[in-house]
């Protein structure tokens, strides 16, 4: 069976083409990175607009990618949610406007449970059951994976997600949009031990975390150091790299720890890492160095949003034979629904 995937819940347009018997066949992706630099962050209705211009376009490099036609196809997965209400509009009229055309099934695809089997487009891939940590911009959860379609949700942030407070702790320290990324890589230039930031909710005895106070007790350090050198600009570069090397620090241990506690309390011994942050050098680093676990995570190229792991989820639910979806959006989908 042959799925196409359509991602657009934020600034990511995301095309690909999942065959059940081949695998993945193509996959193309546009950022809106250097659209919204100029801003500082996400402007909702520039992304909307940008994934309506994108969307056929690589629906149609995608179909020659992997020299097929649209009538080869047997359904179209979308992301219905959670994300930007206009830009998961733009995505949900696109695909089923071409399933109606085609007289082809359309799947709803919940964002967050594209990037939890997303691992499993590997070559190096995990059966079931394992734990996933899902750790991006918007969320920060960890999952008990007993099948496609099974989940328990273990725990989860009850603030800021990890990536969020990457973000706006890079954006305090001056940092170019989007932060997260360089604040990890001016990381490997920072002094061990320069500062020194609380590790929160690291003993709570639960899977639930909070990086709000982490990305406020930087907020504090920061001003304390401008106010005691009497400076107006930038911190120095030695000092800010130091800051991020220690802020990277105390979110890393933080889920590590959670991750043990995980796999400690379900008894599994597979460890998922998805999501954007799951890119992050230091925690694959960390993550993969946890005795007797084995621990996957996504091709690079998978780890940002993309319509490779939209394909492969409906692609897994079309197998199962679950009902065909319809002409709807949820922007505040909560991941409770999908779970058991």
């Given at each position: 069976m042959?799925?196409?995937?359509?991602e657009?819940?934020?600034?990511?347009?995301?095309?690909?083409l999942?065959?059940?018997?081949h695998g993945?066949?193509?996959?193309?992706?546009?950022?809106?990175?250097?659209?919204?630099?100029?801003?500082?962050?996400?402007?909702p209705?520039?992304a909307?607009r940008?994934h309506?211009?994108?969307?056929?376009?690589?629906?149609?490099?995608?179909?020659?990618?992997?020299?097929?036609t649209?009538k080869?196809?047997d359904?179209?997965?979308?992301?219905?949610?959670p994300?930007?209400?206009?830009?998961?509009?733009?995505?949900?009229?696109?695909?089923?406007?071409?399933?109606f055309?085609?007289?082809?099934?359309?799947?709803?695809?919940?964002?967050?449970?594209?990037?939890?089997?997303s691992?499993?487009?590997?070559?190096?891939?995990?059966?079931?059951?394992f734990?996933?940590?899902?750790v991006?911009g918007g969320?920060?959860?960890f999952?008990?994976?007993?099948?496609?379609?099974?989940?328990?949700?273990?725990g989860e942030s009850i603030d800021?997600?990890?990536?969020e407070?990457?973000?706006?702790?890079a954006?305090?320290?001056?940092?170019?949009?989007?932060g997260g990324a360089?604040?990890?890589e001016?990381?490997?230039?920072?002094?061990?031990?320069?500062f020194?930031?609380p590790?929160?909710?690291?003993?709570?005895h639960d899977?639930?975390?909070?990086?709000?106070?982490?990305?406020?007790a930087?907020?504090?350090?920061?001003?304390?150091?401008?106010?005691d050198?009497?400076l107006?600009?930038?911190?120095?570069?030695?000092?800010?790299?130091?800051?991020?090397?220690?802020?990277?620090n105390?979110?890393?241990d933080?889920?590590?720890?959670?991750?043990?506690?995980?796999l400690q309390?379900?008894g599994?011994?597979?460890?998922?890492v998805a999501?954007?942050?799951?890119?992050?050098?230091?925690l694959?680093?960390?993550?993969?160095?946890?005795?007797?676990?084995?621990?996957?995570?996504p091709?690079?190229?998978?780890c940002?949003?993309?319509?490779?792991?939209?394909?492969?989820?409906?692609?897994m639910?079309?197998?199962?034979?679950?009902?065909?979806?319809?002409?709807?959006?949820?922007?505040?989908?909560?991941?409770?629904?999908i779970?058991h």
């Amino acid at each position: 069976m042959l799925v196409l995937g359509i991602e657009s819940s934020c600034d990511e347009t995301g095309v690909a083409l999942y065959d059940t018997d081949h695998g993945l066949l193509a996959h193309q992706l546009h950022t809106q990175i250097a659209m919204h630099a100029e801003y500082g962050g996400v402007v909702p209705e520039l992304a909307s607009r940008d994934h309506i211009r994108r969307l056929t376009p690589l629906t149609q490099a995608c179909l020659q990618e992997a020299n097929k036609t649209l009538k080869d196809l047997d359904a179209i997965a979308y992301t219905q949610g959670p994300g930007l209400g206009g830009a998961l509009l733009a995505g949900a009229s696109f695909a089923n406007a071409l399933a109606f055309a085609l007289n082809k099934p359309v799947i709803p695809v919940h964002h967050l449970e594209g990037h939890m089997l997303s691992p499993l487009l590997s070559e190096h891939k995990p059966a079931f059951p394992f734990v996933a940590l899902l750790v991006s911009g918007g969320h920060t959860q960890f999952m008990a994976v007993r099948n496609i379609g099974d989940y328990v949700l273990l725990g989860e942030s009850i603030d800021d997600a990890a990536g969020e407070a990457f973000d706006k702790t890079a954006k305090l320290l001056g940092l170019p949009y989007p932060g997260g990324a360089k604040l990890s890589e001016l990381a490997k230039l920072g002094q061990p031990g320069a500062f020194s930031f609380p590790r929160p909710m690291l003993h709570s005895h639960d899977l639930n975390m909070s990086f709000s106070g982490l990305k406020t007790a930087v907020l504090t350090a920061v001003n304390k150091i401008k106010n005691d050198n009497h400076l107006t600009d930038a911190l120095p570069e030695q000092t800010r790299n130091d800051i991020c090397l220690e802020f990277q620090n105390a979110v890393v241990d933080v889920l590590s720890a959670k991750a043990r506690q995980a796999l400690q309390q379900t008894g599994y011994r597979q460890l998922v890492v998805a999501g954007g942050v799951g890119a992050n050098w230091q925690l694959r680093q960390t993550l993969s160095q946890l005795p007797g676990i084995q621990t996957f995570f996504p091709p690079m190229a998978y780890c940002t949003d993309n319509g490779a792991m939209i394909a492969f989820a409906g692609a897994m639910h079309l197998a199962l034979a679950q009902p065909a979806g319809s002409f709807n959006v949820r922007p505040r989908w909560p991941l409770s629904d999908i779970v058991h």
